[in-house]
């Protein structure tokens, strides 16, 4: 077994006092503006002047900011969100230069409102955790216990659109390899079924989005009904934000689970790798793959894999997986989408197509693993 430093981030829900509420909502304020702000006098300086401005720039021109009359209620709120927010939008550049994400967007008051707090503006004695310019703890629901070993480096608060505030603590961590596993996996990801493993076991999709639908569209036309700007809007609004966090909760808690056992069961884990943002152009198709949520599952078990001494080896996604028999290795030459069961014409073994497949993706995994090669399933 072997140790690990990882960055590690712990989540809780908390319940501010009003004069918190109201003091976050400045922060909130204060941060959006200033990331709005600076974000246009960025792309207002390359499209005019073929300038880049950076980091220090922006920060310099903060400070000048908080210096003009129509501009000291800055001032109000702790300094270190607002240098945060120009950190952030730094790497929200960085990311669109080096190509792995697209141009960073004006933030709105209607989504996702959040602050972050480095070091020198929090408090955090091991149980209660205070912010700057804030007289009195934060009320946290802590439903798990902090490691002791862990310090804290960054808090970030935020309130979701359903009006929950929550408050990520990340920590320098240290995780421990798990001992070794016996069992062997291979995983077909499917819509009916979420995951077939190679050991027969069919596994239900939650269809957390489903089973909300039909609620969700009656309180969107619920909301559409609502004249702008009045209180019955926002409380309309409120409504479909709430199915939204129940829709994601349900179904971030699946994978967990899911996820978590079978790192816990398995010392390898074969995975077929899936083109998902291509299968989504299919109109009939992409609700339920979107539901399904496959990239986040793989994004889970590839990082808890590695933290845990597990190997997770991505199979090719044109691997003929469905078509071979596992049995003999005899590859039919086609297999439409109704043919859920089916003869292999050469040893004449009855195969369900989905076990079928998933006893291949297992094989292929292990020969590759066996080889020392490495497929990197984060591509879905």
């Given at each position: 077994m072997f140790n690990m430093d990882v960055k590690r981030a712990y989540r809780f829900r908390f319940y501010p006092t009003p004069g918190q509420e109201v003091m976050l909502a400045r922060t909130f304020g204060c941060a959006r503006f200033v990331y709005n702000h600076m974000l246009?006098?960025?792309?207002?300086?390359?499209?005019?002047?073929?300038?880049?401005?950076?980091?220090?720039?922006?920060?310099?021109?903060?400070?000048?900011?908080?210096?003009?009359?129509?501009?000291?209620?800055?001032n109000e709120v702790s300094s270190v969100p607002l240098q945060?927010?120009?950190m952030h939008l730094h790497k929200g550049f960085l990311g669109f230069f080096e190509r792995r994400a697209k141009y960073p967007s004006l933030k709105s008051r209607r989504?996702?409102?959040?602050?972050?707090?480095?070091?020198?503006?929090?408090?955090?004695?091991?149980?209660?955790?205070?912010?700057?310019?804030?007289?009195?703890?934060?009320?946290?629901?802590?439903?798990?216990?902090?490691?002791?070993?862990?310090?804290?480096?960054?808090?970030?608060?935020?309130?979701?659109?359903?009006?929950?505030?929550?408050?990520?603590?990340?920590?320098d961590d240290t995780v421990t390899a798990r001992p070794a596993a016996a069992g062997r996996v291979g995983i077909d990801l499917g819509l009916t079924h979420f995951a077939i493993l190679s050991t027969g076991e069919k596994i239900a999709a939650p269809k957390a989005f489903r089973a909300n639908e039909?609620?969700?569209?009656?309180?969107?036309?619920?909301?559409?009904?609502?004249?702008?700007?009045?209180?019955?809007?926002l409380k309309?609004?409120?409504?479909?934000?709430?199915?939204h966090a129940r829709i994601a909760d349900t179904r971030k808690d699946f994978l967990h689970k899911l996820s978590?056992?079978?790192?816990?069961?398995?010392?390898?884990?074969?995975?077929?790798?899936?083109?998902?943002?291509?299968?989504?152009?299919?109109?009939?198709?992409?609700?339920?793959?979107?539901?399904?949520?496959?990239?986040?599952?793989?994004?889970?078990?590839?990082y808890k894999s590695r933290w845990y001494g597990r190997t997770l080896v991505g199979i090719d996604r044109w691997y003929p997986s469905s078509k071979r028999c596992s049995a003999c290795g005899h590859v039919v030459r086609s297999m439409p989408l109704n043919v859920r069961k089916w003869t292999c014409?050469?040893?004449?073994?009855?195969?369900?197509?989905?076990?079928?497949?998933?006893?291949?993706?297992?094989?292929?995994?292990?020969?590759?693993?066996?080889?020392?090669?490495?497929?990197?399933p984060v591509c879905m």
């Open positions: 246009r006098q960025r792309t207002d300086a390359w499209f005019n002047d073929q300038k880049r401005i950076g980091y220090h720039e922006t920060s310099a021109m903060l400070t000048a900011l908080k210096k003009q009359p129509e501009f000291t209620w800055l945060q927010s120009l989504d996702k409102q959040s602050a972050t707090y480095v070091a020198s503006a929090f408090k955090w004695d091991g149980k209660t955790l205070k912010l700057a310019k804030m007289t009195e703890a934060l009320n946290v629901r802590f439903s798990r216990t902090l490691p002791k070993a862990a310090v804290v480096s960054t808090v970030t608060v935020s309130k979701d659109s359903a009006g929950r505030y929550f408050v990520s603590m990340l920590c039909t609620k969700l569209a009656r309180a969107q036309r619920a909301l559409a009904r609502k004249p702008k700007g009045s209180a019955n809007r309309a609004r409120l409504k479909v934000a709430r199915l978590t056992r079978l790192i816990n069961e398995n010392q390898v884990i074969a995975i077929e790798t899936l083109a998902v943002s291509n299968m989504q152009k299919n109109r009939h198709l992409s609700k339920s793959i979107a539901d399904a949520s496959w990239s986040e599952f793989v994004r889970q078990l590839e014409p050469e040893c004449g073994s009855v195969h369900d197509r989905d076990i079928n497949a998933a006893r291949n993706v297992l094989a292929a995994g292990l020969a590759v693993s066996a080889l020392g090669e490495s497929v990197n």
